[in-house]
C-alpha cells in the first residue's frame, strides 16, 4: 500500500530531534502552544453551539425574539472559535511541523561535519 508509509519520514525526524535535549524543550513549546489554541477553539466551538441552541429554543418554544446580547455573543464566539482554529491551522502546518524538518536538517548537517572532521586524518607536518 503506498500511503502506509506516508510519515514514516515526519516520524524519523520527531525521534531524532525529540532525544536532544537542545531542541525538546522548543518542540514541547510547540506542541504546547498549538495544543492550547485546539482546545480553546473547541470551547468556543461549544460555547456558540450552546448559545445558539438557546437562541434557537427561545426562537421555538418561547415564541420571543433572542436579545441583542445573545445574537453578539454567539458572533464573538463563533469569530473567536474561527479565529483560533486557524492560528492553531497555521502554528501546525506553518511551524511546527517545519521546525521539526528543519531541525532534523540541520542536526544531519551537524552530524555530518563531525564525522567527517574526526575521519580525517590529522596533518603531520
Avoid: H
Avoid at 500500500?1 to 513549546?29: F, H, M, V
Amino acid at each position: 500500500k503506498p500511503n502506509q508509509y506516508d510519515s514514516d519520514a515526519y516520524w524519523l525526524a520527531y525521534i531524532a530531534i525529540s532525544n536532544d535535549p537542545n531542541t525538546r524543550i522548543k518542540l514541547n513549546n510547540w506542541l504546547n502552544l498549538y495544543g492550547c489554541l485546539r482546545n480553546y477553539s473547541c470551547v468556543m466551538s461549544l460555547t456558540a453551539f450552546f448559545i445558539a441552541s438557546n437562541i434557537w429554543y427561545s426562537i421555538i418554544f418561547l415564541n420571543s425574539t433572542p436579545s441583542f446580547i445573545d445574537s453578539l455573543a454567539l458572533l464573538i464566539f463563533l469569530f473567536l472559535m474561527f479565529i483560533l482554529f486557524v492560528k492553531y491551522w497555521i502554528i501546525y502546518f506553518n511551524y511546527y511541523s517545519k521546525y521539526i524538518v528543519r531541525t532534523f536538517a540541520y542536526y544531519l548537517e551537524i552530524n555530518e561535519v563531525q564525522t567527517t572532521q574526526t575521519s580525517q586524518p590529522a596533518n603531520q607536518s
